[in-house]
């Protein structure tokens, strides 16, 4: 039950009568007043002393300019700091609240200043700020009653959210279209609102992307043919590819298609399932759906983000079919408008470094995998094994190799397990640069694994130790050394290849029975 506490406080006019009634439910203090002709300088002063908040003007006129003004108070259960707003904005002024803890508790300042000014930054931040009390005022009240009034309130939650997620409240924003959504499931506000509930999940980060996913779901199931439905496939499909879910993506995108076709949205869609199908490494896929998006649209028609997506799209498709010149002119256009520290623009230098190889344009892909190198704390394991891999190319084309690979090597034996298919992969490029010994002792930072990476290099261990036996002229050595590391190797298609260069190694050395042995499967 609302108990109301009327406090003992300076009264006006003579009147034996305070000028505000406080009201505690035991959730939140209201307050009402019924007085007409009050000074400004004294409502302040008196709600202030009701409330046990401090008062301060930023500048003494304004003072003198709230007791030059006369204000009506006619307010029955308000929010107090809604309420000194109203007295401010009546004398011209404007208030702000600075609540500092004090002792385990909360002590609050009302500082009176000016009017926001609706051309500065600031001014525009108080004034949404303003416009979001208000907001919340309204909807303290009873919202249920139906007809007109529940529009107006489904209408002001709709306002209210999209200010609050303008200053990046994106959870409440979120929460407050939740209840709008339970006060009237089937109004039409509803699919806005889904959506908007939506983008503000999907905003608020990771943990909030499973309730961005599901109210996409509910709009694309409940309201198929409202426009809102393609902007959630749209938005559905970001999520996905947030969520690292590239093949789901793609098949929830597909059989979406015919329901966007002709809608401003289906760029984005094929845009968006090209993008999946590049991160599953497919790019025959991803040349299908740009075809796709082509037939019905020109992409030098395509603006801003689009754009930059199609760019790289493409730069992709033509540098993993060794179109060299084809994919430098896209990835030159994307990493010209890309923004910095960003892991696509990454991605295309290793691609443009790829490019320029095949084109023979050896300083620009040097330039190009030097880019990538500088951010490859940017990339994902393929991109940064991707990236690794054109660093040395560059460098063995411009006659830098051995400090390429050098510089590689240092990189890896800091932390072999941060990346262990990094570390196979230098390792077989030092065995190819006829390098054994330094791929020998790479090896032997992944070789104890008990899981695949360390059965792979077993494997090189023993395809590098045997390189290195017949280079060095020490074939002799080689079957027993090897037969110590086969037991340990589990792959049975690397198990034979084990066996057949030790049955290949007592060939040479006309060894024939042991040849055959080991050619069987039997090492000895």
Sequence with gaps: MLRAIVLAVATFGGSGDPLFTVHDDGKARTVSANRAAVPGDLALRELSRAMGWT???SAQAFEKTLADSLVDLSISARGPRT???????????DVLFVDREVDGSTAT???????????????????????????????????????????????VRMQLSELLRSQGALVEAASILEKLYELAPEHDYVPAALLRMAQCWFEAGPETWPDAERRARDLTRLHPA????????????????????????????????????????????????????????????????????????????????????????????AAEHAEGKRASRFLEQYVASAPDKDERKTIAFVLLAKA???????VQARASALAARRERSLLDRTWSRASAEVWASTASALGEEDRALLE????????????PELVLFLADLLRGHGR???????????????????????LLRVEAMYEQAVAGGTLARFPAEAILVAPSIEDPTRQRRVAELIGTAYERLGQVEKAADAFRGVLR
């Design 55 to 57: 008062l301060r003007y």
């Design 83 to 93: 309420v000194a707003n109203l007295i401010a904005i009546a004398a011209g002024a």
């Design 109 to 155: 300042e009302l500082v009176v200043v000016a009017v926001p000014d609706p051309a500065a930054q600031e001014g525009r931040r108080r004034l949404r700020e303003w416009a979001i009390e208000w907001y919340r005022t309204f909807l303290d009240e009873d919202t249920r009653a139906g007809g007109e009034r529940l529009a107006d309130a489904l209408r």
């Design 226 to 317: 409202r426009p809102e439905a393609a902007q959630a496939t749209v938005l559905l499909g970001r999520i996905l590819i947030a969520e690292a879910r590239w093949s789901e993506c793609v098949a929830t995108l597909e059989r979406h298609t015919l329901s966007l076709a002709g809608t401003p949205e289906i760029v984005d869609l094929y845009l968006l399932m090209a993008t999946a199908q590049f991160r599953l490494g497919d790019p025959d896929a991803v040349n299908r759906t740009l075809s796709t998006l082509e037939d019905g649209h020109r992409p030098e028609q395509l603006g801003g983000e689009q754009r930059r997506d199609w760019l790289f799209l493409r730069g992709y498709v």
């Design 356 to 362: 320029y190889l095949v084109e023979q344009r050896y």
């Design 408 to 419: 590689l090597e240092v990189e890896v034996r800091h932390d072999p397990d941060a990346d």
């Design 436 to 458: 054994h010994q330094r791929a020998l002792g790479l090896l032997a930072k992944v070789e104890e694994r008990r899981d695949e990476f360390g059965d792979r290099a077993r």
